[in-house]
């Protein structure tokens, strides 16, 4: 009878939560999902501006473990730019593609059996407006930056701890990949100081974990050649010839020399998953045929993006990383989305985009029709982003200070190193 009754308790501690939720955002069912969730879903926006109608869309799945007492976690997928769906379907979510899903008819969805909600409250977060399935009235609210997004995602921790208070209590953490090595420690930032000036409700917050964050422009920008060669991706003689050319600054070069150099670097490498280099990288066949034929990269490299499998079905976690995508000039961080709204960095997007661009699927989410708000794209070329705010290492110094547990660490290589305790 022990195992009945443990099962009857877990099932009461999650009725209880869902009382306290807002039902008209409960998700009852998934179009492409056949079966019972593991927990309950809720979904809908949070307006941080109320005359631009700034509203951005949040999508949480409550723990399978106990959702009462288990930590609330917010997971932001980077870019700037890039939707958090991203990381549901395709990372830590709920869900992924099923295996052999093509795209045609509405993907079929299975259960993830390493989804994070197996042990936490998942919040995913499409942020800033203009990203995913977020949205302004005011399109000129897509121009925006760090402290500018960090400011709304204050906003919107503050209304929904408000529209959820059974979670004030639970341990809180700030988590993402990529360009969220920014967003997440300027977020934090803002919680910290909310908190000490008595705003209302008080977030709990206990500390965040980032995936290859972007950290520093100088460290992150002169990594790559390093990197390329450290991995034995180019021969010592281009990484010497290099590193005399550029004087071991390998980004923001006005020397002709140089930058020459290091774009034969990166030609080198353009058709390999730099993020994990024993990884297939996918590439739109346009791309395959028109640029990525040159390279003098053994053929078993050169084809790892080639397959005759549906590939779309994503195994592995392809980075987006935005250091390596372009300079940044004047704090201005470039978009691009490459050809056919795909991205040019071994992604592809094209089950995800079918399935939530399905007006069925917006329905039953609560998320705003094509219409409105248009088509989701997995990164965005709709904003217009500074990069305002300058290196994390002081922000990552201050919380650890302040005791506060902070964990950066690599999704490829499963080493992590740890900030704090």
Known sequence: MAAPILHLLVAAAACSIATAAPQEHLITALPGFDGAFPSRHYSGYITVDEASERSLFYYLVLSERDPATDPVVIWLNGGPGCSSFDGFVYENGPFNFEPGSTPGGLPKLQLNPYSWSKVSNMIYLDSPAGVGMSYSLNRSEYKTGDLKTAADAHKFLLKWFELYPEFQSNPFYLSGESYAGIYIPTIADEVVKGMEKGAEPKINLKGYLIGNPVTDIDY????????????????????????????GTFWGTVDDLCQENIDRVRWELKDLNVYNILAPCYHHPQIQEAVFRHSSLPESFRRLGETE???????????????????????????????????????????????????????????????????????????????????????????????????????????????GS
């Open 220 to 247: 992150d920008f002169n990594s790559f050649v390093p990197f390329a060669h450290g991995m034995g991706l180019i021969s010592t003689d281009m990484y010497e010839n290099v590193k005399a050319t550029c004087g």
């Open 309 to 419: 499998r549906s590939f779309p079905v994503r195994k592995g976690m392809a980075g987006r990383s935005w250091p390596l995508r372009a300079a940044l000039k004047d704090g201005r961080v470039p978009m691009w989305t490459g050809i056919g709204g795909r991205s040019l960095n071994c992604t592809s997007d094209e089950l995800a985009t079918i399935w939530l661009d399905d007006e069925d699927i917006r329905d039953a989410i609560h998320a705003k029709s094509k219409s409105l708000i248009g088509s989701w794209e997995l990164n965005t070329a709709r904003l217009d982003y500074t990069h305002d705010t300058g290196t994390m290492l002081s922000y990552h110094k201050k919380f650890t200070t302040l005791g506060y547990r902070v964990l950066i660490y690599s999704h490829i290589i499963p080493i992590i190193s740890t900030i």
